[in-house]
T-cell receptor, first 112, second 118 residues
Framework: GQQVMQIPQYQHVQEGEDFTTYCNSSTTLSNIQWYKQRPGGHPVFLIQLVKSGEVKKQKRLTFQFGEAKKNSSLHITATQTTDVGTYFCAGSRHNSGYALNFGKGTSLLVTP | GAVVSQHPSRVICKSGTSVKIECRSLDFQATTMFWYRQFPKQSLMLMATSNEGSKATYEQGVEKDKFLINHASLTLSTLTVTSAHPEDSSFYIC??????????????FGPGTRLTVL
């Protein structure tokens, strides 16, 4: 079945440093979504990428979807302590209304 | 908008008993809801897809007789863990896709239910 791999599993950075997490799928995806889960909280939707090669930005966050629609990345510029949490990518092979296969997540720790 | 609630938020039960968890979309309707399970420091694992008015679709390895799902209305899905055992202790999270989705398959997650089976 479809697998979504995510690396690294953990990342510890100093405040102000950049951070990147990578996501790879064994199959071509219809779309990929990114979620953030704060410690003790539930996943919160960040963004969805649909088009091949798509790049979207949200303030300090940059999301990319690979040309082959099998990989994606999330890059945070100049991390802040509020960025702490686990970032999950989740892929769907289908167009709509289907469940997501989540990556294992990357836990980000930012120290001041 | 797009708020999903879960009840209860925490439950402790004895081994062998059954526990019902409710998932409600508060300000939208959803024909499809999903149930996930998350073990500590692990990712979300899809258990089943709940479809309003029809039977749920279970993922491989998930016992449908143990995890009963009922999607009674466009705003409510329930998960019943029957004959719970300590290994069922986990964080259960539901999500829902609003209708109409507007072309974006955003899943809105509930706050989760922490189940502890003694």
């Amino acid at each position: 079945g479809q697998q979504v791999m995510q690396i690294p599993q953990y990342q510890h950075v100093q405040e102000g440093e950049d951070f990147t997490t990578y996501c790879n799928s064994s199959t071509t995806l219809s779309n990929i979504q990114w979620y953030k889960q704060r410690p003790g909280g539930h996943p919160v939707f960040l963004i969805q990428l649909v088009k091949s090669g798509e790049v979207k930005k949200q303030k300090r966050l940059t999301f990319q979807f690979g040309e082959a629609k099998k990989n994606s990345s999330l890059h945070i510029t100049a991390t802040q302590t509020t960025d702490v949490g686990t970032y999950f990518c989740a892929g769907s092979r289908h167009n709509s209304g289907y469940a997501l296969n989540f990556g294992k997540g990357t836990s980000l720790l930012v120290t001041p | 908008g797009a708020v999903v609630s879960q009840h209860p938020s925490r439950v402790i039960c004895k081994s062998g008993t059954s526990v019902k968890i409710e998932c409600r979309s508060l300000d939208f309707q959803a024909t499809t809801m999903f149930w996930y399970r998350q073990f500590p420091k692990q990712s979300l694992m899809l258990m089943a897809t709940s479809n309003e008015g029809s039977k749920a679709t279970y993922e491989q390895g998930v016992e449908k007789d143990k995890f009963l799902i009922n999607h009674a209305s466009l705003t409510l899905s329930t998960l019943t863990v029957t004959s719970a055992h300590p290994e069922d202790s986990s964080f259960y999270i539901c999500s829902a896709i609003p209708i109409p989705s507007g072309g974006v398959d955003t899943q809105y997650f509930g706050p989760g239910t922490r189940l502890t089976v003694l």
